[in-house]
């Protein structure tokens, strides 16, 4: 096998490698994205429940003002407080799993994006040398091109010979 041919079959496994690559950005790109958004939604979930949990406290105690109040109505109302509480703690949760989530997704996505310029690169390289060896070839056939020229004409080759 000749060495242009050896490079070009190499050029053209390092070009399916670095398609494969991108593909995989493309990928992991979309995790990340996906991984973003339901950080987004978490994090509107957990603003959402805040915001009807105090709208519910503030109807209670308004609800209270005015009123004789006893145990039984305070340890009701205490227990719906601590389950919003729990609720809270477990969107909060949610919210952080999901963050933890995108920042894997981002340090994956990282990865493969530091591959896929490391497969460019070597295609880049391989395209740089295939050039420079058809430029050499080309040069080549040119000189020969020429001699036979030279020799189809019949001119001496050198002032010595006459």
Request: aromatic share 2%; hydrophobic share 35%; net charge positive.
């Amino acid at each position: 096998m000749k060495e242009r041919d050896m490079i070009a079959r190499l050029r053209d496994l390092r070009r399916r490698r670095e398609e494969r690559a991108q593909e995989e950005v493309t990928v992991r790109r979309a995790a990340a994205n996906q991984a973003a958004r339901e950080v987004q939604q978490a994090a509107a979930a957990v603003t959402e429940h805040l915001q009807r949990t105090v709208n519910a406290e503030d109807a209670a105690f308004n609800a209270l003002v005015g009123q004789p109040v006893n145990a039984a109505s305070l340890h009701r109302l205490q227990g719906r407080f601590e389950a919003a509480a729990r609720k809270t703690g477990q969107l909060r949760e949610g919210e952080k799993m999901a963050g933890d989530l995108e920042k894997r997704r981002n340090v994956e996505l990282s990865a493969v994006r530091n591959e896929h310029r490391a497969s460019i690169k070597a295609v880049t390289k391989l395209d740089r040398l295939s050039e420079q060896l058809a430029k050499r070839d080309a040069c080549r056939r040119q000189a020969l091109a020429e001699l036979s020229e030279e020799e189809e004409r019949g001119q001496p080759r050198s002032s010595t010979e006459r």
